[in-house]
């Protein structure tokens, strides 16, 4: 029988019953005002999320992937030239995008367990004189190594260096679950999947446009068809699509955001840092370290753990999965092998999330690894008691 367990890796996430509902609804005209009805509601929720009162929001049935593909084609031409820093695995597959794409690629290498390069971009945005860069690409969160970057940090180096670039943020597996300010931060264009903070199965991607991205559309020159906002916004203006919208998933996001809502986006991001803290405490307690090089980059939503010398991160994920029907994540790209990943977003509970953290002591202790059984739940149990559930009760 199919598990019922709930999977701790950093998406796709655990889903809600209440928005599997939503999803499953039947067949609707997607050009009449019942279609509106939800899309406007919708719309307006992802707005709130994204922080950003003056951006366009635009919905592809795609992933995450797809709103790259979308961000770079709507704003840049052949051989223009992109900043992007590799430092994981989801900044490397954006950067060979960019590359197909015939972009010319300017790529600072960092280690992976580092964040963005701040210094090294600002340092060749001031360089840039002539304003060849025409964009900066920046990774979020990047999942591959659990390290979340500042992006406050490189808006504040392209207004040092007086630089036009767009800032385009890939907040794939950040939205929805940590915070984000696209108008603060001056975040040209930010690209969100369903599949992640917003608890949805996979099938859209997620676009906070700005104005400046906006009128850079008509300059652009790389092709694009399905992904033209051109076609997307004009639609929009009377509440449709330029082709079939995935209806039932636009349903589930309306719901989605109303959920998030409901909890309050201040209460959503105190539960993740809360949450991932607690398994920070256990990583600590199993004698073990995150793969992000400080604790200034520690990701809210993905814990990338790094094994022991003579033992394989792979190893601990498959046997969690044959064994106890549990998935984690494996370590991906340069660190294959060498990590395992906990995903800890959605809509994840101090209680769900101390089940992960047992079967993921049980799965090390299965194969060998000197972790002692219970010293990391203990550990979580004791920052949730501290920072969660007593709390809660003291206020009841």
Known sequence: MPTQNPVFIPGPTNIPDR????????????????????????????????GTRTGEIILFPATGTGGWEAAISNTLSPGETVLAARHGM????????????????QVIEAPWGAGVPVAAYAEALTADTGHRIKAVLVTHNETATGVRSDIAAVRRALDAAKHPALLLVDGVSSIGSMPFEMDAWGVDIAIAGSQKGFMLPAGLSILGISQKAIAAMEAAKLPRTFFDFRDMLASYKTGGYPYTPPVGL????ATSVEMLMEEGLDNVYARHA???EGVRRAVAAWGLKPCAQSPDLYSETVTAIVVPQGFNGTDIVTHA?????????VGLGQVAGKVFRIG?????????????????????????????????????????????????????
């Open 19 to 50: 928005l599997r509902k939503a999803c499953d609804m039947a067949t609707i005209d997607h050009r009449s005002p019942d279609f509106r009805a939800i899309f406007e509601p919708a719309i307006a929720g992802v707005k709130k999320v994204l």
């Open 90 to 105: 989801f900044s490397h597959r954006w950067i060979d995008m960019c590359t197909r794409h015939g972009l010319d690629m």
């Open 250 to 253: 636009i349903n589930g996001l």
């Open 274 to 276: 809360r949450i991932a």
């Open 321 to 329: 999965a044959r064994t106890y029907q549990v998935a984690f994540g």
């Open 344 to 396: 800890h977003l959605g809509m994840l509970t101090d209680v769900l999330m101390l089940s992960g953290i047992a079967t993921a002591e049980m799965a090390m202790a299965d194969l060998g690894l000197p972790v002692k059984l219970g010293s990391g739940v203990a550990a979580a149990q004791d920052f949730y008691r501290s920072n969660g559930g007593a709390a809660r009760v003291a206020a009841e």
